[in-house]
């Protein structure tokens, strides 16, 4: 006989069970009532149009000196670094020292349409960067980018070194026409110009799906199953809902600056070539001289590893550490494993550098 | 033989378990009354029936997860039943006989002409095994949805379900029946109407080349299976459940997509279907505005005017408020050393080096933020009530 030995009551055994699982589970998800994000307590210390920048409170009794901004991206929302208690970058930030500050960028809408990465990073970023430096009575601050507002925080950095201490960026494109870049192949041949000039601004549910579009079997049918183990469980299955509402917590793309990043960064390779502008400067990643720590995630599907680690050549810094996390795009910042093993890095580093 | 005894009564055991918990399921509902059809899975009939009481109302986000689970669980039932069909008829072949891959092979190909039935019936909701094996696909349909520009989307009659069936040729035809020019008062309007249905054919046929590019993923991924099976058998690895079958399956089909979507040839017919989309939304956009303008009513065109022109001037308020603010911290520089150089003034003038004139800040002199003490615990309303600072809309 052949080794595919499911007995036929074994089974009938395993759909029944799974049956009633999926029963239970859905009972409990329609029970569940509304799922709470963002765990640790913050102040609002700025705001303009869309944007709010929070302050968090610290915890540590002994601060570390000089205060670190996170830039977050525009894609989805920033509560993924508080996502909850135990399972947040910011609270590991916190408790390792840090005066942690964020930028919530909003939901862009029509009137936002316009917005350009000048707009992006020379006006709001540097407007934010400037209250933190008024805040502390201080010239430079730390920089912490995610993804694309790691990108971001390159190009600030390039663009005004004098205000940025150290730089810290995570899960960050460098390179975008890695061979494993998927989104960039897809989005060589699309015409940028005339979808932007269609729709104006770029709808989140239409990048959302096609972030899921990478991996469709495991994203939007395999994890579903996944999930009717741990339905049973309401904790384990609200931090599932957690999870669930960011993945479809998409925020609108203002036109033009998705017009932008989308040509220079991605179709153009422009960070790689030194050709990006911004503000009609150009981003010349020789010009970033403060220390960078680089931080990647070794499965990422999003951005690729090679495309983050190819910032190490591009930079003018003689101080530069990367350092590899075992997990992917998301687990570096939710994982028990990116508990344990990021705050403490970044504040380590950051101390060594203070 | 004796393997045969190992299922003695598979398919009568089978059905009736399901039937018995079909029966189960609606007494505790209370609706024994409504019997399932037959010719569908009963475990997803009764999932359908029982995720019906249970929906979730209010919370979006847990009954769009509610939804997705509900369709992925009623997948893997009907999955589990087409590879049980397999099993059974895979029972009987030994790993001894000479022929056993071309038997296996012999018998998957039944698994492969029922799973290429489940395609997603088009203007209805993805369901069952569909949802599943259709994934990729429904994914795009799911991402032009949210492009989609007006309520009720006044392009459905274009969308490809109604082109569904429309032969080449035809295509041919009516691009050559809209090249023919617009004549006589209405020309400009009857041009506009014959660019738009021509890029509707023009999206039609890249929508269909891109399905059918994805039309033989599943396929391709059943044979991988298949291939992975075989391989697995030769290296004496063993399938102990459903969903071991079930997570092969998963990794065969990612596989499968991401050798199919890495290459130049999905980047092109992505691209040209993208394009060919927002060129048709593009020009459906152009003939609304056309039409509004006509009736003195705004048009998009106008708010982008607008719009673009109210950013350039939000540009240069801010950068005028930069300005002044780089100037206030100049003058107030300024007005320090002023006042340092009265006293030196004042003392060398009198020849009394205890003299001062007290210095008094003129009212443009800005504030300077107060210090956020760093090196302990941050006095977090102190800091709040000092600079919080609110700008725009």
């Known amino acids: 006989m052949l080794p595919l030995q499911i007995r036929p009551d074994d089974a009938l055994q395993e759909i029944q069970e799974f049956g009633v699982k999926l029963a239970h589970g859905l009972k409990n998800l329609s029970e569940m009532g509304e799922i709470d994000v963002g765990a640790t307590p913050k102040e609002t210390v700025y705001r303009e149009d869309k944007l709010a920048l929070y302050r968090f409170e610290p915890i540590a009794s002994q601060l570390l000196p000089v205060p670190v901004l996170i830039v977050y991206a525009l894609v989805n929302r920033p509560y993924m670094a508080d996502l909850q208690k135990g399972r947040s970058l910011i609270e590991g930030l916190l408790k390792h020292g840090l005066d942690v500050y964020l930028i919530d960028w909003g939901y862009p809408d029509a009137a936002d349409r316009y917005l350009t990465l000048d707009d992006y990073i020379n006006g709001y970023i540097d407007r934010c960067v400037e209250v933190i430096r008024k805040r502390h009575d201080l010239s430079q601050i730390n920089l912490l980018g995610i993804c694309q507002g790691g990108a971001f925080s390159l190009c600030y950095a390039t663009l005004h070194p004098d205000k940025v201490k150290n730089l810290i960026t995570t899960v960050t494109p460098v390179d975008f026409h890695t061979a494993d870049d998927l989104l960039s192949h897809w989005v060589r041949k699309v015409d940028v110009d005339l979808l932007v000039d269609t729709l104006g601004n770029m709808p989140g549910e239409m990048l959302n799906w096609t972030f899921l579009a990478l991996k469709p079997y495991r994203l939007m049918g395999q994890k579903y199953l996944d999930m009717v183990n741990i339905l049973d469980d309401p904790e384990q299955a609200k931090n599932f809902m957690r999870m669930e509402k960011w993945i479809f917590d998409s925020p609108d793309q203002a036109g033009e600056a998705f017009r932008e990043f989308t040509k220079q960064f991605y179709q153009n390779n422009g960070l790689m070539k030194g050709e990006v502008e911004i503000g009609g400067k150009r981003v010349d990643l020789k010009n970033i001289t403060m220390p960078v720590l680089n931080i990647y995630a070794a499965d990422d599907h999003l951005v690729p590893p090679a495309s983050s680690k190819a910032l190490a050549g591009c930079v003018g810094t003689k101080d530069y550490t990367a350092v590899e996390f075992p997990g992917g795009h998301i687990g570096v910042y939710v994982s028990g494993k990116a508990q344990k093993l990021i705050p403490p890095a970044v504040a380590k580093w950051l101390e060594e550098r203070a | ?393």
């Open chain 2, 1 to 393: 033989m004796k393997e045969h005894n190992l299922f003695p009564v598979w398919n009568e055991e089978w059905v009736k378990l399901q039937k018995q918990y079909w029966d189960a399921w609606t007494a505790v509902q209370g609706d024994a009354g409504n019997k399932p059809n037959p010719k569908k899975n009963p475990w997803a009939e009764v999932l359908d029936q029982w995720s019906k009481f249970l929906r979730p109302n209010g919370n979006e986000d847990t009954a769009a997860l509610f939804e997705r689970t509900v369709t992925q669980g009623k997948a893997f039932f009907q999955l589990s039943d087409e590879y049980t069909k397999f099993l059974k008829s895979a029972s009987e072949l030994t790993k001894a006989s000479d022929d056993w891959q071309t038997l296996l092979r012999d018998r998957f190909e039944g698994v492969k002409s029922a799973f290429s039935s489940f395609q997603i019936p088009h203007g209805s909701p993805v369901g069952g095994l569909a949802a599943f094996w259709n994934l990729p696909l429904d994914t795009w349909r799911r991402t032009v949805s949210g492009a989609s520009l007006l309520p009720g989307d006044f392009l459905q009659p274009v969308k490809p379900d109604v082109w569904e069936g429309v032969s080449e040729g035809l295509h041919e035809r009516m691009e050559r029946f809209l090249s023919v020019p617009g004549v006589g008062y209405t020309r400009e309007s009857q041009e506009q109407v014959q660019e738009g249905a021509r890029l509707a054919v023009n999206y039609q046929r890249a929508w269909q080349e891109y399905a059918n590019a994805h039309a033989r993923l599943g396929i391709n991924t059943l044979e991988r299976l298949l291939e992975r099976v075989i391989q697995g058998i030769e290296q004496g690895e063993e399938l102990k459940s459903l969903r071991d079958v079930y997570e092969l399956w998963v990794e065969c089909g990612e596989e499968v997509y991401l050798e199919f979507v890495s290459t130049d040839d999905y980047a092109e017919i992505y691209g040209r279907m993208v394009n060919a989309l927002m060129a048709l939304k593009h020009q459906g956009r152009a003939m609304t505005d056309e039409g509004m303008g006509a009736l003195g009513m705004p048009t998009r065109r106008g708010f982008d005017t607008i719009q673009r022109r109210q950013q350039e001037l939000r540009r240069q308020l801010m950068e005028l408020r930069a300005n002044r603010e780089r100037q206030d911290e100049v003058i107030m520089r300024l007005e320090r050393d002023l006042a340092e150089l009265r006293r030196v003034v004042a003392r060398s003038a009198n020849g009394r080096a205890s003299q001062e004139i007290p210095a008094t800040p003129t009212q443009t002199a800005v504030k300077k933020q107060p210090r956020i003490a760093s090196k302990k615990k941050a006095p977090l309303k102190k800091a709040q009530k000092a600079s919080a600072t609110t700008t725009g809309a």
